[in-house]
C-alpha cells in the first residue's frame, strides 16, 4: 500500500490511511496504576482482569511479586495498588499466572499458573489455584507432565456443576507429534469441592497443539477454544516453521471434540485469543497472517462460517492479542505496531482498537507510547458494565530506572473510555 504510481491515488489513501489509524479524541485514557516491580514488593506485567462486586480491579502480574514468580493484586477506585498473593512457586505454590480467573459470589477466585506445585518440570507444571475471600491460597490440582498435562495457562471457565474448565500448553497425549512437555496439551476439568482433575480432551496436532488462549463458553455451556498450532500440514511464516497454523475447536455439553476450523496461511496463522458476544459468534485473533503477515480478527457465526475482518498493516497494530467482543463491537489490542518509531523490534508499542461486529467502522483508540502509559499491551482485558475497557501492559510506565524492571518498566494498568 505504500507505493503509488499516481499522485492523487496517493493522496486519497494516504488521507484514508490517517482517518482510519488516528486515535479518536473523544476516548478517554487513564493509567490507574503504574507498576514499580519486586523491588517494590510489586507485579510486573498485569493482566487477566476481572471486577469485584465491589468495584475494585483485581488482576494477575505474570512475575514479580516478593517471591519473583507473580502475583495476585487489587486496584481500588483510587488506583491503590494491594497486593491479595504473591506467589512463590515450586514446590509448595504456583508460578506464572496467567488467563483469565472466575470469581464466585462469595469472593473466591480461581485462576491456574504456568508453573510451580509440585511437577517434575524445572519450574514446577503448573497448578489450578484458589484464593479464599480471606486471602488463603490453596492449590486445587498440581500438575504432573504426564497424561494430565503441563503448563496450565489462558484461565478459567465454570460451568453450573461446580467444575472448572481449562487448557494446559503441553503433555496430554505423550504419543503424539508434538515436544513441549511430551505432548501438545489438554483439556481439563476440575471440581472446586474436591479439586478431583479429570482430563476431557488431550490434543494430538491434528487437532490442535497449544492451546493457550483460553476458553469461552456460550449460553448453552458449550466451551471453544483456539490452538496456536497445529490442525493443517507445515506453517511458514516469519517465525520458524511450525507444524501447523492452528485451530478453532469446540468442547460440547455431551463430552463431544469437534475441530471447527483448521488455518491454512491464507486465512491466518497462529491464533492466541479468542471470545464470544451476546450473539454465540466467535471473534478471535491471529498473530500472523493477514494482508500484511501482521495478523488479523476472524469470526466464525454459528453456522460455521468463517470471516477475516481485518488485517493489520503495522500503524493499527500488529501481533494481535487482548480481545473483547459485546453489544455489538469487538475491541482488542495489538500488542505491537502504531508509533512505529517507538519500541524498537518489532515496531511500536502497541495500541487499542475498536470496531463494529462486521468488521466496519474500524478505529484506533489509543497508541501506546511507553513512557508514562506503557508498552505491550496484555490479553486477558476485561469490560464492565458500562463498556470501559480494563487492561494492562507487560512493559513500559517508568522508564530508565535499573530498579524497575531494569529499566524497561513493569507495565500499567489502564482504563480507556469509548
Not at 127 to 153: E, H, N
Not at 298 to 303: G, I, K, N, P, S
Request: net charge neutral; aromatic share 10%; glycine share 20%.
Amino acid at each position: 500500500m505504500k507505493q503509488y504510481q499516481i499522485l492523487v491515488v496517493c493522496l486519497v489513501l494516504t488521507i484514508a490511511v490517517l482517518f482510519a489509524v488516528q486515535p479518536l479524541p473523544a476516548q478517554t485514557f487513564t493509567i490507574l496504576n503504574t507498576l514499580k516491580g519486586r523491588n517494590s514488593g510489586q507485579g510486573e506485567g498485569p493482566s487477566g482482569f476481572l471486577l469485584d462486586g465491589k468495584g475494585n480491579l483485581i488482576g494477575l502480574a505474570d512475575f514479580g511479586g516478593t517471591g519473583g514468580s507473580g502475583a495476585i493484586f487489587r486496584i481500588n477506585s483510587n488506583g491503590k495498588y494491594s497486593a491479595l498473593h504473591n506467589f512463590i512457586g515450586k514446590p509448595s505454590d504456583g508460578a506464572f499466572p496467567n488467563g483469565k480467573m472466575v470469581q464466585q459470589a462469595n469472593g473466591n477466585l480461581f485462576g491456574v499458573t504456568t508453573g510451580g506445585g509440585n511437577g517434575p518440570c524445572l519450574f514446577g507444571c503448573g497448578t489450578v489455584f484458589k484464593l479464599s475471600a480471606r486471602r488463603v491460597l490453596t492449590l486445587l490440582y498440581q500438575f504432573q507432565a504426564g497424561r494430565d498435562g503441563a503448563g496450565a495457562a489462558g484461565g478459567l471457565v465454570s460451568d453450573t456443576k461446580s467444575n472448572l474448565y481449562g487448557v494446559t500448553q503441553g503433555a496430554g497425549n505423550t504419543n503424539g507429534k508434538c515436544f513441549i512437555y511430551g505432548g501438545c496439551g489438554t483439556i481439563f476439568k476440575v471440581n472446586v469441592k474436591t479439586g478431583k482433575l479429570t482430563t476431557v480432551h488431550r490434543f494430538d496436532w491434528f487437532d490442535g497443539n497449544i492451546p493457550f488462549g483460553g476458553l469461552v463458553s456460550d449460553s448453552a455451556g458449550n466451551i471453544y477454544g483456539v490452538a496456536e498450532e497445529g490442525g493443517h500440514l507445515l506453517c511458514k511464516s516469519g517465525f520458524a516453521p511450525a507444524p501447523g497454523c492452528g485451530t478453532i475447536f469446540k468442547f460440547d455439553t455431551a463430552g463431544k471434540f469437534t475441530v471447527l476450523h483448521k488455518f491454512k496461511e491464507t486465512d491466518g496463522k497462529f491464533p492466541i485469543e479468542i471470545a464470544i458476544n451476546e450473539n454465540g459468534n466467535l471473534f478471535g485473533v491471529t498473530l500472523k497472517g493477514g494482508t500484511s503477515d501482521l495478523g488479523e480478527v476472524f469470526e466464525l457465526d454459528t453456522t460455521g462460517k468463517f470471516s477475516v475482518l481485518h488485517s493489520f498493516s503495522g500503524t493499527d497494530g500488529e501481533l494481535p492479542g487482548g480481545l473483547v467482543a459485546t453489544n455489538g463491537k469487538v475491541l482488542g489490542t495489538g500488542s505491537a505496531g502504531g508509533d512505529l518509531g517507538k519500541c524498537g523490534t518489532p515496531p511500536g508499542c502497541g495500541t487499542v482498537y475498536e470496531m463494529d461486529a462486521n468488521g466496519g467502522n474500524f478505529k484506533v483508540l489509543h497508541v501506546f507510547e511507553n513512557s508514562p502509559d506503557g508498552a505491550l499491551p496484555s490479553i486477558f482485558m476485561t469490560l464492565d458494565q458500562a463498556g470501559n475497557l480494563y487492561g494492562g501492559t507487560s512493559q513500559g510506565g517508568i522508564l530508565g530506572d535499573n530498579n524497575v524492571c531494569a529499566g524497561v518498566g513493569c507495565g500499567t494498568v489502564f482504563e480507556l473510555t469509548p
